[in-house]
């Protein structure tokens, strides 16, 4: 793959993995406590998205070449 496309294609993961975490705090907060902290579990899943994402790529792209 071309050095440019993989640079792009990170980028592009890097906006899906903010919206991820946004998303996770926006609808994954506790409305029935009444406290607006997202809940663990929301959190956790976006932040092993966001940790996994770039150890997939790698290993993708380095077993690809």
Known sequence: MEPTTIILLTFVIAYIQVGLLIAAF????????????????????????????????GVHFTVKD
């Open 26 to 57: 926006m609808f994954g907060s506790d409305h029935q406590a009444g406290n607006r902290m997202p809940s663990k579990e929301a959190v956790m899943g976006a932040l092993i998205l966001v940790f996994l994402w770039p150890v997939f790529l």
